[in-house]
């Protein structure tokens, strides 16, 4: 049974930083690119960052220079880095591979 569990959200203020994970089960990890999602309230999900089996990267335009993403295959998880965190970041986050999402975890940022 796939299963993806997101954690690391939290309350942190303007400028912080915060790490979240994704942990993957049940299929083979490594051959999977993952991706990150955000929803805001009252917004569509958008898509923010994501990383080949081969640890390619890419960013949205709104995440990029602050965010970095990274994977452990060993421990089936990939990671999140967000500094620099902005009031408009806050969101609920979403780790995707294929068709699977997680639970998300909130992220809020206060001014």
């Known amino acids: 049974q796939v299963q993806l569990v997101e954690s690391g959200g939290g309350l942190v203020q303007a400028g912080g930083s915060l790490r979240l994970s994704c942990a993957a089960s049940?299929?083979?990890?490594?051959?999977?690119?993952v991706g990150w999602f955000r929803q805001a309230p009252g917004k569509e999900r958008d898509w923010i960052s994501s990383?080949?089996?081969?640890?390619?990267?890419a960013y949205a335009d709104s995440v990029k220079g602050r965010f970095t993403i990274s994977r452990d295959n060993a421990e089936n998880t990939v990671y999140l880095q967000m500094d620099n965190l902005k009031p408009e970041d806050t969101a609920v986050y979403y780790c995707?591979?294929?068709?699977?999402w997680g639970q998300g975890t909130q992220v809020t940022v206060s001014s």
């Open positions: 995707n591979i294929g068709t699977y």
């Open positions: 990383i080949t089996r081969n640890s390619y990267t």
């Open positions: 049940g299929f083979t990890f490594d051959d999977y690119a």
